[in-house]
Each structure stands twice: as structure tokens, then as C-alpha cells.
T-cell receptor
Framework: AQSVTQLGSHVSVSEGALVLLRCNYS??????LFWYVQYPNQGLQLLLK??????LVKGINGFEAEFKKSETSFHLTKPSAHMSDAAEYFC????????????FGQGTELSVKP | EPEVTQTPSHQVTQMGQEVILRCVPI?????FYWYRQILGQKVEFLVS????????KSEIFDDQFSVERPDGSNFTLKIRSTKLEDSAMYFC??????????FGPGTRLTVT
């Protein structure tokens, strides 16, 4: 069965610093991988996704993630953090490699200090 | 931009009562989902729905839960007899074939 592990339940960076949120997955089939962001009192918004093809995927708000099959990782990065990036970030894998049932990681709360 | 909507945003109910959580998926989407997030825990899959029937359900989705798409636009989750441990944020999601899921803003259910 698929699973997702996010290292670090809370990450704090300074404004302008690199953001790195870690995600490792296990999957018995080629995975579809997603990063979602949840701002306070809001739903889940898709940041980016990997299905097939290019392993470096770019998303909204300057975020990107790289699929590394050998490391079973899909880490999320942003070169320069903004205060508005403060939110909870969830990595997820689609169990049926069609975009269906999502298995989520436990989430990483990102804080951005001025 | 089309979006998934959910009502109510917050529902308070007493233990043992029935609740219905409502969702309006994006209009041309074909696949529908419910997830829940207990405070401080991860988002968990409850059920998927396609072609007017349940495709898959989790262990959480026992006989107390049911889903329905009564009129081609709404997608509902019913909990027949709520328990304290049903208190959570419930998210509805929808998608097209082969595409990503779009989530609604959630309904916070509080069972007292």
C-alpha cells in the first residue's frame, strides 16, 4: 500500500531564505504525486503535481518539486520565502496512479519570520 | 474559476444525532470524494464515488456513513448517529478523469 512521510511537522525560515519541505513516499506502482497547501481556515489548494514526464515540476507561487525515483522523494522547494507562504503543506500520493484516492502525509507547518 | 463549495462551514450536533454535510462539486467533474481531518492529524480518505456508486471506501466509512448524489449537482455525506470521535473537518473533492482533485473549503463538524 502507498504511504507518504513528511519529515518535520514544523519548519521555520526567514523571509527571503530557501524553503525546503521534505516528502518521501512508498508506492507499488508509478506514483502520481501532489503537493497541496492549506491556509488558515481554508481548504486544500493544489500547488503542483507529478504524473509522468519531466521530473522537475513547477507550481504556483514560485514553488517547485523534483521527483526522484531512486530516493522515493518529492521534496518541495522555493528559492525565496515570502511572509504569505506561511501555511500548512501536504504531500500526497495517488494510490491508483490515475489521480484518484489520495494518501496524505501528516503535513508540515511552514512559518516565515520577518 | 469554478470551485467546490461546501455547506455548512461549521456544524455543531449532539452525540447520536444525524448530520448531512453538503458539497457542490465542479459541474463537469465525474469523480467525487470525501476526506476528513481530525484536529492535529493527517487528512484521511473516506470514500470515492463515480457513476452513481461508491468506488472505494476506507475502514472509517462504516455503516453509520453514507453518500448520495441526489440531483446531479449536490454530493452529500450523511452520518446516521454521530459519535464524539466524528468531530473533524470534512473535505469534499472532485476531479475529471486522470486529473487532480479540487477540494472544497471544508465543514467543521463538532459533536458534543
Amino acid at each position: 500500500a502507498q504511504s507518504v512521510t513528511q519529515l518535520g511537522s514544523h519548519v521555520s525560515v526567514s523571509e527571503g531564505a530557501l524553503v525546503l519541505l521534505r516528502c518521501n513516499y512508498s508506492s507499488s506502482v508509478p506514483p502520481y504525486l501532489f503537493w497541496y497547501v492549506q491556509y488558515p481556515n481554508q481548504g486544500l489548494q493544489l500547488l503542483l503535481k507529478y504524473t509522468t514526464g519531466a521530473t522537475l515540476v513547477k507550481g504556483i507561487n514560485g514553488f517547485e518539486a523534483e521527483f526522484k525515483k531512486s530516493e522515493t522523494s518529492f521534496h518541495l522547494t522555493k528559492p525565496s520565502a515570502h511572509m504569505s507562504d506561511a501555511a500548512e503543506y501536504f504531500c500526497a500520493v495517488s494510490e491508483d496512479n490515475q489521480g484518484g484516492k489520495l494518501i496524505f502525509g501528516q503535513g508540515t507547518e511552514l512559518s516565515v519570520k520577518p | 474559476e469554478p470551485e467546490v463549495t461546501q455547506t455548512p462551514s461549521h456544524q455543531v450536533t449532539q452525540m447520536g444525532q444525524e448530520v448531512i454535510l453538503r458539497c457542490v462539486p465542479i459541474s463537469n467533474h465525474l469523480y467525487f470524494y470525501w476526506y476528513r481531518q481530525i484536529l492535529g492529524q493527517k487528512v484521511e480518505f473516506l470514500v470515492s464515488f463515480y457513476n452513481n456508486e461508491i468506488s472505494e471506501k476506507s475502514e472509517i466509512f462504516d455503516d453509520q456513513f453514507s453518500v448520495e448524489r441526489p440531483d446531479g449537482s449536490n454530493f452529500t455525506l450523511k452520518i446516521r448517529s454521530t459519535k464524539l470521535e466524528d468531530s473533524a473537518m470534512y473535505f469534499c473533492a472532485s476531479r475529471l478523469a486522470g486529473a487532480e482533485q479540487y477540494f472544497g473549503p471544508g465543514t467543521r463538524l463538532t459533536v458534543t
